[in-house]
């Protein structure tokens, strides 16, 4: 059973920073693209970053040169690293792991950020 643990998340000023976590288990992730999505209010899901099992990044344009993911030598974990937070980045993010060559795609149950002064 595949499940994705996040946690980081929490209340920031604007231009602070957070560190979101996410632990996965129950699969090889390692043929897993993993990433962060996030949801604000009254909005749909969006993507925010992706690395590939093989190291290859994606980011909106939104969080180009603020936001960074990574993931740890074993790839069941991935992280993203927050800075210059602004208020529009508001949302709850959600851990995404994404199998490579099935059609099998997992969400963790979501984390909050919400940066407001």
């Known amino acids: 059973q595949v499940q994705l643990v996040e946690s980081g998340g929490g209340l920031v000023q604007p231009g602070g920073s957070l560190r979101l976590s996410c632990v996965a288990s129950g699969s090889n992730f390692k043929i897993y693209t993993m990433g962060w999505y996030r949801q604000a209010p009254g909005k749909q899901r969006e993507l925010v970053a992706t690395m590939t099992s093989g190291g290859s990044t994606n980011y909106r344009d939104s969080v180009k040169g603020r936001f960074t993911i990574s993931r740890g030598n074993a790839k069941n974990t991935v992280y993203l690293q927050m800075n210059s937070l602004k208020p529009e980045d508001t949302a709850v993010y959600y851990c995404?792991?994404?199998?490579?060559?099935?059609?099998?795609?997992?969400w963790g149950q979501g984390t909050e950020v919400t940066v407001s002064s």
């Open positions: 995404n792991a994404d199998h490579d060559f099935l059609a099998n795609t997992y």
